[in-house]
T-cell receptor
Framework: DADVTQTPRNRITKTGKRIMLECSQTKGHDRMYWYRQDPGLGLRLIYYSFDVKDINKGEISDGYSVSRQAQAKFSLSLESAIPNQTALYFC?????????????FGSGTRLTVV | SQQGEEDPQALSIQEGENATMNCSYKTSINNLQWYRQNSGRGLVHLILIRSNEREKHSGRLRVTLDTSKKSSSLLITASRAADTASYFCATGLRNTGGFKTIFGAGTRLFVKA
């Protein structure tokens, strides 16, 4: 099984619909992140969580919300999807407390809003 | 410009040649990381170099860091068709808000067989 699992892998939804993207990890990492990738823009941070009780906005949080249900689970919601939220979404984990700052990424969710 | 900017944006080489990608950044960093992304897939961590290090190796990968020039380079030696991917640098920063990592826009590498 993958260390970081994202579901669904692909999703097409209509404008105005609520949609949830889910992420689960088996790394045992405290820190989890949601990123969005658009062509030519690299990765942009949406939300991040350093533990179950800690949720922080990233650089592009408007229109998104998150829930950290457990150490291993971090979900991203689009309350009312709009076409410019069409993108590739990645969940990632890290554990800098071990002295290692690398990120482990999921395989991504390709979201299309029509 | 972004904190981490890769150069070139795209690179096409023949199998067996070396590929060099560069990353420039603007502020002081704690570490710099390189990631690979195969088309439409998640990013895979390749190597991390700390701010007090100048060079690191991992297999066919060589990363250098010049903090005086605020730049890093990733060298892939004896490239293979399987190295075709996008490569991202990510700068690890420590500031008053805590620790954060910022990703660049990537270099697309195409290795022709």
């Amino acid at each position: 099984d993958a260390d970081v699992t994202q579901t669904p892998r692909n999703r097409i939804t209509k404008t105005g619909k609520r949609i949830m993207l889910e992420c689960s990890q088996t790394k045992g990492h405290d820190r989890m992140y949601w990123y969005r990738q658009d062509p030519g823009l690299g990765l942009r941070l949406i939300y991040y969580s350093f533990d179950v009780k800690d949720i922080n906005k990233g650089e592009i949080s408007d229109g998104y919300s998150v829930s950290r249900q457990a150490q291993a689970k971090f979900s991203l919601s689009l309350e009312s999807a709009i076409p410019n939220q069409t993108a590739l979404y990645f969940c990632a984990t890290s554990d800098p407390g071990t002295g290692y700052y690398g990120y482990t990424f999921g395989s991504g969710t390709r979201l299309t809003v029509v | 410009s972004q904190q981490g900017e890769e150069d070139p944006q795209a690179l096409s080489i023949q199998e067996g040649e070396n590929a060099t990608m560069n990353c420039s950044y603007k502020t002081s960093i704690n570490n710099l990381q390189w990631y690979r992304q195969n088309s439409g897939r998640g990013l895979v961590h390749l190597i991390l170099i700390r701010s007090n290090e100048r060079e690191k190796h991992s297999g066919r990968l060589r990363v250098t860091l010049d903090t005086s020039k605020k730049s890093s380079s990733l060298l892939i030696t004896a490239s293979r068709a399987a190295d075709t991917a996008s490569y991202f640098c990510a700068t690890g920063l420590r500031n008053t808000g805590g620790f954060k990592t910022i990703f660049g826009a990537g270099t697309r590498l195409f290795v022709k067989a």
